[in-house]
């Protein structure tokens, strides 16, 4: 069997952080303990509520955070030890997408500009060809005409096209996995669905997968393949019937304490079933 293309082993996340008058140290353990094995192709979401560790555990898998105990692994070697071509590997392989749209795009650049960048960074094509690879990429995540997106500023495009802006680069190195930190929380519930959609046509079509980090468990039983529910730094439940047969109280507790969904939002949901 194929070593898992990211996993946390035995992962332990302390943060130190100093009172106001900066003498006293406190000690955190955001994570604590925490092994997951992340496969190719899969839609892993991990839930659980504020401040469990949800974000910590994203950083950690986009090497944002160094670990304070354990490994983070890319195919089955530990991130301090990758070679020059295991990590490079790593860095197209694994993509992020931000909750955020409009601040994980430069305000000051073009749609063009920006995707430019990855363009001529990583020689996806020539001067003559960028700018018909760009506007395939933002075809291919429902920007169309694309050609009529090329010129617009970050604050010209509504919070969904920013998002699919933000995935369309995302995906021009062709990675194999997309880790995802709340792409959805900062967007209209209407448009919400149609996010979701995209990302289930992406993985559809060439075979992305994707570690999404939601506090929305509607949002995630339509998506996940499987899910990891985390409670104070640690996953208590992990699997692909969670939300159907929940085993730990937490996940009971999470599950009886969600909203329900908000009918404009069963309806964009629905479109995408
Ligand atoms: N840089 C930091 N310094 C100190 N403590 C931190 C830092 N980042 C996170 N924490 C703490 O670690 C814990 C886990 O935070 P984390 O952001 O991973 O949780 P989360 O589940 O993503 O929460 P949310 O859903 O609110 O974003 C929290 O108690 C948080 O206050």
């Known amino acids: 069997m194929t070593a898992p293309i990211l996993s946390l082993h035995e992962v332990t996340q302390t943060y130190v952080s100093r009172n106001q008058q900066g003498w006293r140290r406190r000690y955190q353990n955001a994570l604590d303990g925490v092994s997951l094995d992340v496969h190719e192709g899969e839609t892993l979401a991990i839930v659980g509520e504020s401040g469990s560790g949800k ?133 209209d519930v209407s448009i919400q669905g149609q996010i979701l959609d995209l990302m289930r046509a992406l993985k559809q079509r060439t075979g992305v997968g994707f570690v999404i980090i939601s506090h929305d468990l509607h949002a995630m039983e339509a998506i996940a393949d499987r899910v990891a529910v985390m409670h104070q730094g640690r996953i208590v439940e992990m699997g692909t019937e969670v939300f159907a047969r929940p085993q730990h109280e937490y996940t009971k507790l999470l599950l009886a304490a969600r909203l329900p969904p908000d009918p404009r939002q069963a309806r964009a949901r629905l479109a995408i079933a």
């Open 55 to 187: 974000s910590t555990l994203a950083k950690l898998l986009l090497a944002l955070n160094k670990p304070t105990r354990g490994e983070v692994r890319f195919r089955g070697t530990s991130l301090q030890q990758l070679s020059g071509a295991q990590h490079a590997d790593y860095r197209r392989s694994v993509q992020a997408v931000f909750q955020d749209p409009s601040a994980s795009l430069n305000p000051r650049m073009q749609v063009a500009e920006s995707l430019g960048h990855v363009v001529r960074r990583h020689a996806l094509a020539d001067a003559d060809g960028e700018a018909g690879c760009i506007e395939g990429h933002l075809a291919s995540v429902g920007l169309v005409p694309p050609a009529s997106f090329m010129t617009r500023y970050p604050n010209q495009l509504s919070g969904g096209q920013q998002q699919r802006v933000a995935i369309a680069r995302a995906m021009m190195l062709a990675p194999r996995i997309i880790v995802a930190d709340e792409p959805l929380s900062s967007l």
